[in-house]
């Protein structure tokens, strides 16, 4: 978790100071960055979307995600109005840092994972005024950022809501992916197909996966994450357990993780993208982890 937090931090900064001096940037990124890496930056830069020092503005977008997604869960265990505030100023910048990339469909895919987050708290009505609290401000910055947008910087308004391409281009890739797809539906083209016929990933792991392995491969990847999700909820709304350790926090950054690599896995490549993949299957992990720790410590063990 300190790691994480240290790292998303970097890249959200990186993306500001971008954003106010490019030249900065633009020197570190020259030095850390391969040409062909740095060109790509540069040129997303000239567009006003800015990738920090990443390669890519997916790649920074998806840092700054958990960036949004550790200050989630740590204002949900905040238990003064000072800290609530400070994390709701991290929140804010957070998604002001999103905007500056242009990744419209991280942008979504995060609120609906908040609202996601919110229902399964809502349900098992956990803690009511802390709910309240995470409701608040989840408003307060989606209520910013229109205001935003709409008084200072239009030009984010028509991308993000009038391009002419919302899919950028998806569509296409999309319509040639189903007619890989429809050639060998049930065992697949290979792996690595995708990029070899089309020159590009297919922005959509699911029909990726089931062009490249077929139909029994993407059933079998789809029960997979799913049952991963189903665990961490379980765990997460299990209010004997919650109450012996204190660990909620972590337990909601896994559930916030994983419900984004399944949401951009319609738009985007995170299973075929090896750091995303790599969160993905830390966060994962630490709630079953946090599993068997919490067994070990009602038998009186220690691991």
């Known amino acids: 978790m300190f790691s994480n937090i240290?790292?998303?931090?970097?890249?959200?900064?990186?993306?500001?100071?971008?954003?106010?001096?490019?030249?900065?940037?633009?020197?570190?990124?020259?030095l850390i960055l391969e040409r062909s890496v740095y060109l790509v930056n540069?040129?997303?830069q000239m567009r006003g979307k800015y990738a920090g020092i990443t390669g890519q503005v997916g790649s920074?977008?998806?840092f700054i995600t958990i960036f949004i997604a550790l200050v989630i869960s740590k204002l949900y265990i905040s238990k003064t109005l000072k800290i609530r505030m400070f994390l709701s100023t991290l929140l804010l910048l957070g998604f002001?840092?999103?905007l500056l990339t242009e990744k419209r469909g991280l942008l979504l895919f995060n609120i609906i994972t908040?609202?996601?987050?919110l229902i399964i708290l809502l349900y098992k009505k956990m803690e009511l005024k802390?709910?309240?609290?995470?409701?608040i401000t989840f408003f307060i910055t989606i209520i910013t950022i229109l205001v935003w947008m709409l008084s200072i910087n239009s030009y984010l308004l028509n991308y993000y809501l009038f391009d002419e391409d919302i899919s950028t281009g998806r569509v296409d890739i999309y319509k040639r992916v189903l007619e890989m797809i429809s050639k060998n539906p049930i065992l697949g083209n290979g792996?690595?197909?995708?990029e070899e016929t089309l020159n590009i990933k297919g922005h959509n792991i699911y029909l990726q996966l089931w062009a490249e392995s077929g139909i029994f491969a993407l059933i079998i990847f789809i029960i997979l994450i799913t049952s991963f999700l189903i665990f961490s909820i379980k765990l997460l709304l299990d209010e004997k357990d919650i109450k012996n350790y204190s660990f909620l926090d972590k337990i909601l950054f896994s559930i916030y993780i994983q419900f984004i690599f399944i949401?951009?896995?319609?738009?985007?490549?995170p299973l075929y993208d090896y750091f995303i993949l790599g969160i993905y299957i830390i966060s994962t992990s630490v709630p079953y982890y946090l599993n068997v720790k919490n067994e070990s410590q009602k038998e009186g063990k220690f691991i």
């Open 42 to 44: 540069f040129s997303q």
């Open 191 to 194: 792996i690595g197909s995708i």
């Open 130 to 135: 802390k709910i309240k609290g995470l409701i």
């Open 60 to 62: 920074n977008a998806f």
């Open 263 to 269: 949401l951009y896995g319609f738009t985007g490549n």
């Open 6 to 30: 240290l790292f998303s931090s970097i890249h959200i900064l990186a993306t500001y100071v971008q954003w106010l001096s490019p030249s900065t940037v633009n020197k570190i990124n020259y």
């Open 96 to 98: 002001y840092a999103l």
């Open 114 to 117: 908040i609202l996601f987050i």
